[in-house]
């Protein structure tokens, strides 16, 4: 081996080891997983715990725009029934929107 080629395999050498050693101490921060619904003494909280976190976390609800009003929680709600087959029952939807709307939309 010539003294170049010894000089680029150590250089290579230093390259994985570095690779390694970075791997080992960098960390990230992942977005929370199974985030709970936020509590609340409204009765559509208990609801919503029955039927709104049984797919997904309420990370989806978090993450929904802020001034979101009543009549965009009710549509969710019956598009969860509707396109996903929520077994949700419609005697529990108003409780729920209501929940919904005070908790993560407009009415806060
Ligand atoms: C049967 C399973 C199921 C249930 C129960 C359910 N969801 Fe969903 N939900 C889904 C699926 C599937 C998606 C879409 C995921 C995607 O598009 O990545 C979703 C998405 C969402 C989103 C994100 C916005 C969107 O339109 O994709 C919100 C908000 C949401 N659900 C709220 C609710 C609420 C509130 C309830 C209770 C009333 C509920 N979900 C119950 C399956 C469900």
Avoid at 27 to 56: E, F, R
Avoid at 63 to 83: E, F, G, I, S
């Amino acid at each position: 081996m010539n003294e170049k080629a010894t000089t680029l395999s150590a250089l290579a050498l230093l390259i994985v080891m570095g690779g390694a050693a970075s791997a080992a101490t960098k960390s990230i921060t992942l977005p929370p997983d199974g985030v709970q619904l936020t509590p609340s003494t409204l009765p559509g909280y208990a609801k919503a715990q029955t039927n709104c976190v049984v797919c997904h976390s309420a990370e989806y609800m978090v993450y929904q725009p802020p001034n979101a009003a009543r009549p965009y929680w009710d549509a969710m709600v019956k598009r969860m029934k509707a396109v996903f087959k929520a077994p949700i029952e419609d005697a529990d939807m108003p409780e729920i929107v209501d929940y919904l709307a005070k908790t993560y939309g407009n009415e806060k």
